[in-house]
């Protein structure tokens, strides 16, 4: 499966952004999917993943409460949703997939994923 992330860009410290990740390729319903993200000279960590269904979201306690996912099968699509942005989450933001034709464990970081899609950068301005 190929993924492009799109929709980054400037925001200012309490501002919203929408990211999407566009997937090609056949059976997107049988991948977790995973957002993560880069800060510069930092390690890429991971922000929230979703469930082939897209009935079980969890999420890192940093951005709890303010970043929603959400996935549409049918459009191949996976979005995050990015409220009440704060200048610590600027980074470059990556989706990612995992294999998963039957439920298993959560996505806990980079090494669960099978499939990545380039980066889009968020800036959050204080």
């Known amino acids: 499966v190929q993924l492009q992330a799109s929709g980054g860009g400037l925001v200012q410290a309490g501002g919203s952004l929408r990211l999407s990740c566009a997937a090609s390729?056949?059976?997107?319903?049988?991948?977790?999917m995973g957002w993560f993200r880069q800060a510069p000279g930092k390690e890429r960590e991971f922000v929230g993943g979703?469930?082939?269904?897209?009935?079980?979201?969890y999420y890192v306690d940093s951005v709890k409460g303010r970043f929603t996912i959400s996935r549409d099968n049918a459009k191949s699509t996976v979005y995050l949703q990015m409220n009440s942005l704060k200048p610590e989450d600027t980074a470059v933001y990556y989706c990612a997939a995992k294999w998963a034709i039957v439920t298993g464990p959560r996505i806990t970081g980079p090494a669960d994923m099978d499939y990545w899609g380039k980066g889009t950068l968020v800036t959050v301005s204080s």
């Open positions: 979703i469930s082939r269904s897209g009935g079980t979201t």
């Open positions: 390729g056949r059976m997107f319903s049988r991948y977790d």
